[in-house]
C-alpha cells in the first residue's frame, strides 16, 4: 500500500515561512522512479498545481504566484520531498497535498488534474 503522508502545516501570518514535507512509505519500490509534486485546493476553488519535480534531473516547475517564494526539493535516500514557503501570503492559504507519478514527466505530471497517489492533505492557513 503506497502512503504518502504530509506535515508541516499551521496558521502563520501573512510575510512568514512554512515548509512542508511529505514522507513516502518504503512500499512505494523505488522513489527514483516518480516526478513529486505539491498541489493546493482553497475554499470553493479547485485544485491547481504548485510546484514539480522531476524524478531523475532534478528538474522543477512552479505556478506563477509561487515563483520566486516557493522551492521544492527531494531526498530520495531519506524517501521524502518538500515544500519551503517563504513571503506567503493570504491567498496561499488551502489545503496543500503531496502527489506522486511514476515514470511521468515533470511538465506532464505539472498539466494533470489526476495523479497515481496522493497524500491526505496538510492545511496552510496565512492570517494575521
Known amino acids: 500500500q503506497v502512503q504518502l503522508v504530509e506535515s508541516g502545516g499551521g496558521l502563520v501570518q501573512p510575510g512568514g515561512s512554512l515548509r512542508l514535507s511529505c514522507a513516502v512509505s518504503e512500499y512505494m519500490w523505488d522513489l527514483d522512479y516518480y516526478s513529486m509534486g505539491w498541489f493546493r485546493q482553497a475554499p470553493g476553488k479547485e485544485r491547481e498545481a504548485v510546484a514539480c519535480?522531476?524524478?531523475?534531473?532534478?528538474?522543477?516547475i512552479y505556478e506563477d504566484s509561487a515563483k520566486g517564494r516557493f522551492t521544492i526539493s527531494r531526498d530520495n535516500a531519506k524517501n521524502t520531498v518538500h515544500l519551503q514557503m517563504n513571503s506567503l501570503k493570504p491567498e496561499d492559504t488551502a489545503v496543500y497535498y503531496c502527489a506522486a507519478d511514476p515514470f511521468t514527466d515533470v511538465q506532464a505530471m505539472f498539466e494533470m488534474t489526476s495523479h497515481r497517489y496522493w497524500g491526505q492533505g496538510t492545511q496552510v492557513t496565512v492570517s494575521s
Open positions: 519535480i522531476s524524478n531523475n534531473d532534478g528538474r522543477t
